[in-house]
């Protein structure tokens, strides 16, 4: 059973074929707010249209207004600071030695103890920028293709088509680089798990 509550012995026989990952059944945390909400929607009505429920939530979040098929990250960003605030949200790790040497000199001036201000400045960095906006839209998106498929095991040629540019977004190194340095690579792992089992999910399309 995994932090999902996905059980493989309950999977539709497609998605025991095609979903051979260990992290789909033990340790993977993508996609959970997405597979939590859809279960129940699906429990209460087995007819519910994914595409359907992923533009009703991102209504309800105030997500309505971001174009699902955008790949274009400056219009990406300006989506992710209008959510989040440029105050609270840093735009890339490309900015963080810039904004680091700024304010370690401000921290240095007021009489700060500098190695509990840079553990402080690196942990703030990285947990602000894991709040863009884009990142959650994707993951949701995510998390609804593959539990549908492993409800169901079939998906719509919508739903595959946002799936891909969902998850081309979060390989895109401008997305990679807003987690933190040791959660990288075994972000950059899951979804090229992901992109691959999208493939071969081809075959299941309803």
């Given at each position: 059973m995994s932090p999902l509550d996905l059980n493989i012995k309950k999977a539709h026989a497609n998605a025991k074929k095609t979903l051979n990952s260990h992290f789909y059944w033990s340790d993977t945390d993508l996609g959970y707010d997405a597979v939590e909400i859809f279960k129940d929607a699906k429990n209460n009505d087995k007819t519910t249209s994914p595409i359907s429920f992923i533009k009703e939530y991102f209504e309800k979040w105030g997500y309505d207004n971001f174009n699902l098929y955008e790949t274009d990250f400056k219009i990406i960003e300006e989506f992710n600071e209008q959510k989040?605030?440029?105050?609270?949200?840093?735009?890339?790790?490309?900015?963080?030695?810039?904004?680091?040497?700024?304010?370690?000199?401000?921290?240095?001036?007021?009489?700060?103890?500098?190695?509990?201000?840079?553990?402080?400045?690196?942990?703030?960095?990285?947990?602000?920028?894991?709040?863009?906006?884009?990142?959650?839209?994707?993951?949701?998106?995510?998390?609804?293709?593959?539990?549908?498929?492993?409800?169901?095991?079939?998906?719509?040629?919508?739903?595959?088509?946002?799936?891909?540019?969902?998850?081309?977004?979060?390989?895109?190194?401008?997305?990679?680089?807003?987690?933190?340095?040791?959660?990288?690579?075994?972000?950059?792992?899951e979804l090229t798990v992901l992109q691959a089992d999208l493939l071969k999910m081809e075959a299941y399309i309803k």
């Open positions: 989040n605030g440029s105050d609270q949200y840093f735009q890339s790790y490309e900015c963080y030695e810039d904004i680091k040497k700024e304010m370690e000199e401000e921290a240095e001036g007021m009489g700060y103890d500098i190695f509990e201000w840079e553990a402080s400045f690196a942990a703030n960095f990285e947990n602000n920028s894991m709040d863009a906006a884009s990142i959650r839209v994707d993951d949701f998106i995510i998390g609804v293709c593959f539990f549908q498929f492993y409800l169901d095991g079939f998906i719509s040629e919508e739903l595959r088509e946002l799936t891909k540019i969902a998850l081309d977004r979060e390989c895109d190194f401008n997305s990679i680089c807003k987690f933190p340095h040791e959660l990288r690579d075994s972000r950059l792992k």
